[in-house]
């Protein structure tokens, strides 16, 4: 990924495993507005970044006594599901715990930018030019190269469990948009248009948990800004403790591995009933759960402990940093399902697995390396060519294997201008070993520009915050200047948004539906299974997401 300000970082995809759970601790059985009867009162989500259907298909026909195998085997799956557009982490997890799709939420991407607020360190807002960089990334940290984002725990990585379950505290003011009606910096959950399943299940009297990757998924709270009662944030792109100095977690797949530990231990103290550093009790929450990097990482990195990253030339069977990472997540999820039966909860357990994106390309000879630094250079030196002492038409890009731009000018010549550019220059990029490959249309095989790239989100042309130009990549190409990765998500392509998306528990038997669905159904589901009605969550009645149909049914 490069952008016009911030270095290339792994951003995550997503599988998310609902696991329902059933006790007494958090309501009583109740009815949906369907009337279906509901006895689930727990909802744990994992999150498996960069899992495709494929992938999960895959390792359960190789490990049929695993722990996938028999949230699979008691289940359904859900054989053609689709995340949103762009496929990056912010969109697929807001998506998944919203019911929405960017449109509808207002987030496009971690790394933004957004026409109507003001720069970050702006404070005389009366006459100050908007436009300004949105980076929900662990750039607004306090102190991005700690563990604790800056917290100032002593004894890191041992006592990261410690880390505050109000990570918004961490956040650094100082690196945040400002609202120019309040003079004031935007916080990631105040950027989101639409509530969370967690504020729905708050608002019933529920507890809530998450685990992620960033402070800045306290997004996740929702507009409330009170939608989680614990969530918990090490910072992944923070230096990894014993490591090669400059090395952050997702640099090396076996650092990621213990990272994604912490928060699996987090996950199994609160199924204990404690919050996540297992200091108080709190109560099993209504909704909780984690993400994984492990997978994600191993299939983006091109080597790790001195063995190659991804999948082997047949972009199908994993390679041995890919293997392991995959079998350390059945471990984890076999640790969870363990402490559930431990709890006395596995009667009443539903689980629904669901990526926030793939990755691509899976096949090692399809990559394409294109350095996005020169055309956006190009297109600007073109547009100063024909307007002198105008600036830079392009003011923010933000490209991974999607390209995303946002423009000074957002006249429709303007935007039509760089979509005729884009699609009649060139490229030069470079397959995995390094040789040129030149590509037509800088890489892309459509451009959507002005009118047409708001018609492509489904919004408003003035709306402030989706890009103006959308470009759709051919197949394999990765917009990076650097070799450190040999796959990507974000984009439209198949692989990236082709995931698994499973709902397995009591009542269970393996079905399979092959029509359509998408991951923002999972939002609703979680809410049905627990006996809520999905109809709260605005994004639900904006867009008329369905609850998943064929759910597993007790006997």
């Not at 369907?34 to 190789?62: F, K, P």
């Not at 919203?98 to 449109?103: A, D, I, Q, S, V």
């Not at 935007?186 to 402070?215: C, I, M, Y």
């Not at 399979?512 to 009645?541: F, K, M, N, W």
Request: overall charge negative.
């Amino acid at each position: 990924m490069t952008t016009s300000r911030r270095t290339a970082t792994f951003a995550a995809a997503t599988l998310a495993a609902v696991v329902a759970v059933g006790t007494g601790v958090a309501h009583a059985a109740t009815r949906t507005a369907s009337g279906q009867r509901s006895g689930t009162r727990h909802v744990l989500l994992l999150s498996v970044d960069g899992l495709h259907q494929s992938d999960l298909d895959r390792y359960v026909r190789a490990h049929p006594s695993s722990a996938l195998a028999r949230l699979v085997g008691t289940g359904t799956s859900y054989t053609h599901a689709q995340t949103p557009v762009p496929s990056d982490s912010f969109p697929g997890m807001i998506g998944q715990l919203t019911g929405g799709n960017p449109r509808t939420t207002g987030i496009y991407y971690d790394d933004t930018w957004n026409h109507a607020l003001l720069p970050a360190g702006t404070k005389n807002c009366t006459g100050a030019k908007p436009g300004a960089e949105v980076a929900f990334t662990e750039a607004a940290d306090k102190d991005q190269s700690r563990l604790d984002a800056g917290q100032g725990l002593k004894n890191l990585p041992g006592d990261i469990l410690q880390m505050t379950g109000r990570p918004q505290t961490l956040l650094n003011p100082a690196t945040l948009p400002v609202d120019p009606r309040t003079c004031r910096p935007v916080l990631p959950h105040q950027a989101l248009k639409v509530n969370t399943v967690f504020e729905v299940a708050k608002k019933a009297g529920l507890r809530t948990a998450w685990s992620d990757k960033h402070p800045a998924y306290e997004i996740l709270n929702g507009p409330s800004g009170n939608g989680l009662d614990d969530l918990f944030t090490p910072e992944i792109n923070s230096d990894a403790t014993g490591y090669a100095s400059g090395t952050d977690w997702t640099q090396d797949n076996a650092a990621t591995r213990q990272y994604d530990g912490y928060k699996v231990r987090a996950v199994l103290n609160e199924i204990d009933g404690f919050d996540h550093s297992r200091r108080q009790r709190a109560g099993v929450p209504a909704v909780f759960g984690m993400n994984f990097q492990s997978v994600s990482t191993a299939q983006k990195l091109p080597t790790s402990g001195g063995q190659p990253g991804g999948y082997l030339a047949d972009g199908v069977t994993p390679g041995p940093v890919l293997a392991r990472a995959l079998d350390f997540v059945n471990a984890s999820v076999g640790q969870l399902e363990h402490e559930i039966a431990a709890q006395h909860l596995s009667g009443s357990t539903m689980v629904m697995l669901s990526a926030k994106h793939g990755q691509s390309p899976t096949k090692p000879a399809e990559l394409t390396r294109v350095p996005d630094a020169p055309i956006i250079d190009g297109i600007n030196k073109a547009w100063a060519a024909d307007h002198p002492g105008t600036g830079d038409l392009v003011s923010f890009s933000t490209d991974d294997d999607i390209m995303q731009l946002w423009l000074s000018d957002r006249s429709e010549a303007a935007a039509t201008f760089v979509r005729d550019w884009l699609l009649s220059h060139p490229v030069t990029g470079h397959d995995i070993n390094g040789a040129p490959r030149t590509l037509t249309s800088s890489g892309l095989t459509a451009a959507y520009a002005g009118t047409d790239a708001a018609r492509f989100f489904g919004t408003g042309v003035n709306e402030a915050a989706h890009p103006d130009i959308v470009g759709i990549v051919q197949h394999g190409v990765v917009y990076t200047g650097g070799t450190s990765k040999i796959a990507e998500h974000g984009g439209a392509d198949p692989q990236d948004r082709d995931v698994a998306l499973v709902v397995s528990g009591p009542g269970g038997h393996g079905a399979r539906v092959t029509s359509p669905v998408e991951t923002t159904q999972i939002a609703p589901t979680i809410l049905r299974l627990l006996g809520l009605d999905p109809r709260q969550l605005q994004a639900v009645r904006i867009e008329g997401t369905r609850t998943l149909t064929d759910l597993p049914t007790r006997g």
